[in-house]
């Protein structure tokens, strides 16, 4: 039997397709291995650390404390759990922020803390004095810029000042100036007094 020259051909690439499935069967099969990302690796960590930050005058204008705080050079942030801080005013009371955690932004380990992010059941009060009412709020979520004892959320606030409770998404507040600002969606209850 002789083949012609098209049987020949087709003929060919049949072996060499046999040949071609038959390598690649037999060829381990190479799975791609997800890439690893090494976590975040903490410079440093401390136990019930307190950090006081110090005006030109002497006064003490701000203190933030911690059940603890870890470190991360990388990430250049300071991670809390259960943060609290203190914004000193001369004539005032102090503002005190309670939160579950939070996350500290700054350039190194010894810069000052330009934001810190209150996360989870956060509460931020002064405590009353003869002329003004104690004031509250509540919120999930709370940006805190030390430097400027100012304060920002997205989230629902509840803001409580005396017996006057009021409600809103989103708030801005200076600390220094004792200004709070609902944003919108406001809802609230005035009692006379």
């Known amino acids: 039997m002789t083949l012609s020259y098209s049987q020949l051909l087709i003929l060919s690439l049949l072996i060499a397709l046999l040949v071609l499935l038959t390598l690649t069967w037999l060829q381990p099969i ?10 975040a ?3 440093w960590f401390a136990l019930n650390a307190t ?28 991670a809390f759990i259960k943060p609290k801080a203190l914004v000193f005013n001369p004539d005032l009371p102090p503002w005190q922020l309670t939160a579950v955690q939070g996350v500290a932004y700054h350039q190194s380990a010894l810069e000052e ?17 003869k002329e003004l009412p104690r004031s509250e709020m509540q919120t999930e979520f709370l940006k805190f810029f030390p430097e400027k004892n100012y304060v920002e959320s997205d989230q629902l606030v509840i803001f409580k000042h005396g017996q006057n409770v009021m409600s809103g998404i989103g708030m801005w507040a200076d600390l220094t100036k004792q200004q709070v600002q609902l944003l919108s969606d406001i809802k609230g209850k005035y009692v006379q007094e």
Do not use: F
């Open 41 to 43: 690796v903490a410079e």
């Open 51 to 78: 950090s006081t930050t110090i005006a030109e005058n002497g006064q003490a204008k701000h203190q933030v404390s911690a059940e603890r705080l870890t470190y991360y050079d990388q990430l250049q942030e300071t």
């Open 113 to 129: 803390m330009r934001e810190i992010d209150l996360m989870g059941q956060v509460v931020i009060w002064r405590e009353a004095t």
């Open 30 to 39: 190479a799975v791609p291995q997800p890439v690893a990302l090494s976590p």
